[in-house]
Nanobody
């Protein structure tokens, strides 16, 4: 059974940093494209980053490029998202998700992802 559990969210001041984790079970990370998405209150879910299945390369949304770093630890079956220089616009629920085939994550299509965690809330406020 595929399971994704996010953690590491919380309240942080503008300019601060966080590291989110996504613990995976029931599958092998290498078998999927993995993405981080976020959803701010009243807004649509937005793709933040992806690590592609076929070559392990990383892609980031324009709004987070240079501030967010996604990585994975295959030995721990865990995916991470390091976030720096946070701003209130980064507030939202952050989800990790899996894609078995296709290019939904790369294209930013949340509807094409196959599995989702429940999310972890990040609040950026002074």
């Amino acid at each position: 059974q595929v399971q994704l559990v996010e953690s590491g969210g919380g309240l942080v001041q503008p300019g601060g940093s966080l590291r989110l984790s996504c613990a995976a079970s029931g599958f092998t990370l290498d078998d999927y494209t993995i993405g981080w998405f976020r959803q701010a209150p009243g807004k649509e879910r937005e793709r933040v980053s992806c690590i592609l299945k076929h070559d392990g390369s990383s892609y980031y949304g324009d709004s987070v490029e240079g501030r967010f770093t996604m990585s994975r630890d295959n030995a721990k079956n865990t995916v991470y998202l390091e976030i720096h220089n946070l701003s209130p616009e980064d507030t939202g629920v952050y989800y990790c998700a899996l894609e078995s085939k296709g290019s939904s994550c790369l294209m930013g299509y949340s509807s094409g992802m196959d599995y989702w965690g429940r999310g972890t809330l990040v609040t950026v406020s002074s």
